[in-house]
């Protein structure tokens, strides 16, 4: 009895209490002799299954996601050729799409998930995946018409109300160097880095302008290198939640689900903004291995061009977002693409690779089937819009590649290209580059299949 008391008082507060009682009863009845520590350990492990729901409301839908008070979200996925369910961590382990949103396609007889954004497929068994990466896997089982799932985090059917708030980064102290009295405001740098910690949207989309008209006119030196700041300001309204966890973008159908998918590619935007900003803040000084030669000024006219591209985008997606009755802002949005820009920090060739060469590369392979959604459902407005950008993204694939190569033959020795970029994609992406690909577009880039086959 002084073990089911002191049990209870441990657990009472878990939605799956009555599964644990029995799993202590079982315990006890066991028949062998154990002491209460080992005991209590036993029923620890049994106290972390989470009761998803009755089985016959959950085959219903083939995908239900469950929410995680940290953030570790499952999805559990019904099966009908196998009338089984499986359950997989919610957030791609790509770039954080929604899973829950994926279509379950057949793979030479295994059953898989295919992520809704980049199509990252995910085996509902093992969770890997053919492109190298790998899903979390929680083993489910069902007791008395319940579905239960393993996991020791706090689950829930709804969100967890916990908005992660972005730093008023505007105020950091790596502003210090950009609000020196004595900063070097006629150099390209300085205002790389004052863009960077610009937070409102719309003065960095205005202030990217007009620094590439001064840059342009030959107003502006590259000028000595200013250290950038670890992540680029945001928006104190803006509300940042982690990956996977903003509003489903859906099919495009609705207006509501057109709004969602055009506030999803601005948010992609404002990141590629402030990229283009920071290759060019934090590398000013990088030169080849092994060669002290610096980067040539035509570097600097290529990514100030992408930055200004990158601006022109945000402003046609955020205008286009008030011409529906929205705006940036009025959902909330995930950080998953500056992980890309803090992991190649260190590396001016990772960097050209990871972002320019696999993230862009990628969204040429997504952006037809985007455009197709927006044109089937009577939204010509917005596939003119995402028209533009995606021919002006093929040239900004094509810069990486161009000083990517650069880079590479101006290292001494010279580097060769394809098993460099292979090696780079390998350590800081960490995953092999597979199919689907749009060829024809990244051909119009320079890429070729050695460079895309990997």
Known sequence: MRFIIIASRLFNNTNSFAFKVKQIHKIM?????????????????????????PVSKLKKYTCNRFYADDGEDIVLIYSKRNDKFYALGAVCSHEGGPLEQGDIEDFDGREKIVCPWHSYDFDLETGDSSYGLKQDVYEVCIREDQVYIYTASEMSTKPFKKPIIPKDTAKNTDDKA????????????????????????????????????????GDL?????????????????????????????GKGISLASRISNLHSMANIEQWAIDLSWDIIAR????????????LPRGFYDDFVQVACEEAKHYKLLSDR??????????????GALWDSATKTSDSLLARLAVVHMV??????????KTLEKFAKNNDPESAAILEIIFREEI?????????????????????????????????????????PFNTESRSMAGMTEEVRET
């Open 359 to 368: 993230f862009e590369a990628r969204g040429l392979d997504v952006q037809p």
């Open 321 to 334: 977002l008030q011409d529906l009755g929205s705006h940036f802002g009025a959902l909330p949005v995930h």
């Open 29 to 53: 009845n066991s028949g062998y002799e154990k002491d209460l520590v080992t005991a209590l350990r036993d029923v620890v492990n049994g106290t972390n299954w989470y009761c998803a729901g």
């Open 395 to 435: 040239t900004h694939v094509a810069a990486g590649l161009r000083w990517f190569t650069w880079v590479c033959n101006h290292s001494n020795p010279p580097m060769d290209c394809i098993p460099t970029f292979h090696k780079l994609v390998q350590q800081y992406y960490g995953s092999y580059l597979k199919p």
């Open 178 to 217: 950009v609000e020196e009295k004595n900063e070097d405001t006629g150099s390209l740098t300085y205002w790389a880095s004052k863009i960077l910690n610009t937070a409102c949207p719309q003065q960095k989309v205005e202030l990217t302008h007009k620094v590439g008209e001064m840059w342009r006119n």
């Open 221 to 249: 030196t590259v000028g000595v290198h200013h250290h950038p700041p670890d992540q680029p300001a945001r928006d104190k309204d803006l509300t940042v939640v982690k990956p996977g966890k903003e509003r489903k973008r």
């Open 283 to 294: 590398f000013s000084s990088a030169t080849p291995e092994g060669s002290d030669e610096a």
